[in-house]
């Protein structure tokens, strides 16, 4: 393991488990379709994690390309840097906030942040930050799930859908998914396409170990918006759904891209 802090291998597991899941596949293939990225152009990720992705970025633009990761979090950036060595791409990486990005207005020819907008209490302010540094012309797309199409097939329905109302609402931007294009569209970015990819787990050992849903119910029990009892027993009852093989889970997730004029 890249750290020793546990909260950041568990993200890093996370992280890792993801890039492993067919749909998230799909959906970043169908994020690099819409890039439509070009040999030597500049790249950012905004919130790029262990750097993955802006390592493939990297090996599209080639070496008179340059790609640059940002996030928040200086330990992933650490394994960010770590990954990349001897890899001779052109990335480089900085812990940033994406609310001040630290670089001149029209930079980069393409911007892009997956999986972050719903982390963000002040989405508008990103988007404008991101819109600043890209070039006039350029792409910027951002991909987040809305939490409110958050789906698990459990008999007791009043119970999940508290659960996932709450677990919504628990989020700084839980609909992030639904707002972007509104939001792309009130800034002025052009020529604005929107994809959406459904993002389903079938295995209950899967979920366990990726997504696990008890966290969430245990949270909504938590912050009062279930009893301890009704906790237990819709606990119990997905485990036994899972192991009968019956478990079922799907969240929405919304890609859109637009150009600065």
């Not at 001040?100 to 508008?124: G, I, K, M, S």
């Not at 987040?144 to 919504?168: L, Y």
């Not at 993002?199 to 009893?227: K, P, Q």
Request: with cysteine; hydrophobic share 40%.
């Amino acid at each position: 393991m890249e750290t020793q802090d546990p909260a950041v291998a568990e993200l890093i597991s996370f992280l890792d488990g993801a890039r492993r899941v067919a749909s998230v596949q799909k959906q970043k293939h169908i994020i690099f379709e819409l890039l439509n990225l070009q040999p030597d152009e500049n790249v950012l990720d905004a919130g790029c994690g262990t750097g993955d992705d802006i390592r493939d970025i990297a090996q599209l633009v080639g070496q008179n390309g340059w790609c640059v990761g940002i996030d928040q979090n200086g330990a992933l950036i650490e394994v960010a840097r770590k990954r990349s060595e001897g890899k001779n791409l052109p990335v480089e990486f900085h812990q940033s906030s994406i609310y001040e990005l630290n670089f001149p207005d029209n930079t980069f020819h393409v911007t892009r942040a997956e999986r972050v907008f719903e982390h963000l209490y002040e989405p508008e302010r990103a988007l404008a930050e991101m819109i600043r540094v890209t070039r006039p012309g350029g792409r910027v797309l951002v991909a987040s799930p809305d939490m409110d199409t958050n789906i698990i097939d459990h008999p007791d329905r009043s119970v999940t859908r508290r659960i996932c109302h709450f677990e919504s609402d628990r989020r700084p931007n839980g609909l992030a998914g639904q707002k972007l294009y509104g939001m792309f569209h009130d800034v002025g970015l052009r020529d604005l396409r929107v994809r959406a990819i459904v993002h389903i787990t079938t295995s209950y050992e899967g979920m366990l170990s990726f997504l696990d849903v008890r966290e969430r119910a245990e949270a909504a029990r938590n912050g009062g918006a279930i009893t301890a009892s009704e906790c237990a027993s819709w606990l119990a009852q997905l485990e036994r759904a899972g192991r009968a093989g019956h478990f079922f889970m799907s969240t929405n997730h919304y890609i859109v891209c637009g150009r600065k004029v």
